[in-house]
């Protein structure tokens, strides 16, 4: 179930499913706020997607400056910016798996680092064009 919006899908989804697990609190705020939460869902997913061909597209930078020794200027920024990306997605991640609730940081974490203009998220996530 999507919709095109432009270039991005736009994918719907039934929020009610959490009642079905007993989490009717869970489900009436998220259907309260279901457009935000919608949009949220959405992004991640789009994110998830480009950070997937994000990193075939660096596998194959990667290869062609094995076998040739050389790469454009191009390739280069986007391997530096994907290698930023990598650091920044396991200086997230790796406490979100190591310390015991963390999934309740995490967000605090990240909303500190944009307060004080540190980039924490990756750049398929922050809604900038990387393509160049």
Known sequence: MHKKKGNK?????????????????LSQLILKNKKKASNTINDFLI??????????ETSRIIYKFLLEQKITKKEEKQLKTRVADMFKIIGVGVPFMIIPGATILIPFLLKIAEKNGIDLYPSNFNGKDNSN
């Open 9 to 25: 899908k736009k994918y719907e989804f039934d929020l009610t499913i959490f009642e079905d697990y007993n989490k009717f609190e």
């Open 47 to 56: 994110g998830l997607k480009n950070e997937a061909t994000d990193s075939k």
